[in-house]
């Protein structure tokens, strides 16, 4: 019997990677560059990993506790500028103290991470400032499993899959796409740590087209409400419809379209159900556009 597609599913464990290394990672697997994620910004990178310092219950032996914090005081195109405090709280947790004991910045000009010491630091304290600027210096360039799904995502997004299950997680993917889908396995399982995507052939049966007929229409109903959402809201701002707003309008609907037309000629039916709800969602993006 004939294939309609596959069904794939993926899973991937913690891992840290470089820009670099997702970039040559698309390409042994054959994948576009262009789904290599964008920089990580300098200001991202230094609230991440100063905020990460912070400390709780640290014991001082006399009953009290230091908490360790982390509080942003300025930001501007030159500089971000944090304070670390130091707060002192009994059992009960109720503040005895708070110190700022010394400066985080972020130099802009330099995109390097400064500290300075404003009172006598603790062993903890010390710690601390060493290790923001560690972690700063890391993840300035530091991709993780969140980033690496947004990849899988978007290389997915191109090949009109269909969740086959109400949480997702599972996916059909269209025969027509089992090479690029061959590709996004060879990326995946490339990460190492057991990453992996596994797929499964679908036969053309009558019961394979029904589930995928099912799907499909969960999908376009799903997509197009939000889409009406979307629009209506963006509608009832008059007048304050950026240029931005519009495209993002116009790609969902030209998805939309693209997915039923795909569908169109797998199922071939003629998806009277989803073509109205796309009908409501063109005249939706219309109007926006009118605007």
């Known amino acids: 019997m004939s294939s309609l597609g596959s069904l794939t599913w993926y899973t991937l464990r913690e891992v840290e990677v470089t820009r670099e290394q997702i970039r040559r990672g698309l390409q042994a697997a054959g994948l576009d ?3 290599t994620p964008k920089a990580v910004l300098p200001s991202d990178a230094f609230r991440r990993a ?3 310092v912070e400390t709780t219950r640290l014991p001082q032996g006399d009953g009290t506790f230091v908490n360790l914090l982390v509080r942003e005081v300025h930001s501007d195109k030159d500089e971000i500028l944090r ?6 709280v009994d059992g009960g947790n109720r503040r005895l103290k708070y110190e700022q004991v010394a400066e985080i910045r972020l130099d802009k000009a330099s995109n390097t991470c400064q500290t300075y010491s404003l ?5 903890q304290e010390s710690e601390a400032l060493d290790e923001a600027r560690k972690r700063y210096d890391r993840y300035r360039d530091a991709y993780q499993s969140r980033h690496l799904r947004e990849i899988v995502l978007d290389v997915l997004q191109e090949m009109n899959p269909v969740a086959v299950r109400p949480s997702g997680g599972v996916y059909f993917v269209p025969v027509e796409h089992d090479a690029q889908l061959g590709k996004l396995q060879s990326f995946v399982r490339a990460l190492g740590n057991e990453s992996d995507l596994w797929t499964m052939p679908v036969v053309d049966s009558a019961d394979s087209r029904a589930v995928i007929r099912s799907s499909l229409g969960q999908e ?16 009832q701002r008059k007048g304050e419809v950026s240029e931005a707003d519009q495209r993002r309008a116009l790609v969902e609907l030209h998805r ?21 709800n796309i009908e409501v969602a063109e005249r939706q993006v219309r109007s926006l556009l009118a605007a």
């Open 220 to 235: 376009v109903e799903d997509t197009t409400q939000r889409v009406i959402n979307e629009m209506g809201k963006l509608l």
């Open 119 to 123: 009172l006598t630091l603790s062993k």
């Open 33 to 35: 560059e262009k789904f």
């Open 50 to 52: 100063t905020s990460e």
């Open 256 to 276: 939309l379209q693209e997915l039923t037309n795909q569908y169109r000629d797998i199922l071939q039916d003629k998806l009277f159900e989803a073509q109205a």
């Open 83 to 88: 304070h670390l405090v130091r707060e002192t």
